[in-house]
């Protein structure tokens, strides 16, 4: 059973900057698709940024050339490293895994973390 982790969450000022980081209990990172997705009040989860096994990344057009997605696999981490944060990015964040290719729907992710809060304010 694959547990996943996320810290890295805070409370951040418009134009900071955070680095959420995503933990895997077990080695799903080396053939898995890795996506962080955000929910915030009273709107639905959407993602956010996924990084494919063969290293392929792919962003939400409203966080490109702000969000950067990175995968360590030899710590089972996912980071995901933001920056200049708008009062709009402000969500609960979680990381999802899946083996095999990304998938745009949520329900294709088995394996989701409990979430990290970002506030831009």
């Known amino acids: 059973h694959v547990q996943l982790v996320e810290s890295g969450g805070g409370l951040v000022q418009p134009g900071g900057s955070l680095r959420l980081s995503c933990g895997a209990s077990g080695s799903i990172y080396g053939d898995a698709c890795v996506g962080w997705f955000r929910q915030a009040p009273g709107r639905e989860r959407e993602g956010v940024a996924a990084?494919?096994?063969?290293?392929?990344?792919t962003y939400a057009d409203s966080v490109k050339g702000r969000f950067a997605i990175s995968k360590d696999n030899a710590n089972n981490t996912v980071y995901l490293q933001m920056n200049s944060l708008k009062p709009e990015d402000t969500a609960m964040y979680y990381c999802a895994a899946r083996n095999g290719y990304c998938y745009s729907m949520l329900s294709m992710y088995p394996y989701w973390g409990q979430g990290t809060q970002v506030t831009v304010s």
């Open positions: 990084v494919e096994s063969d290293g392929t990344l």
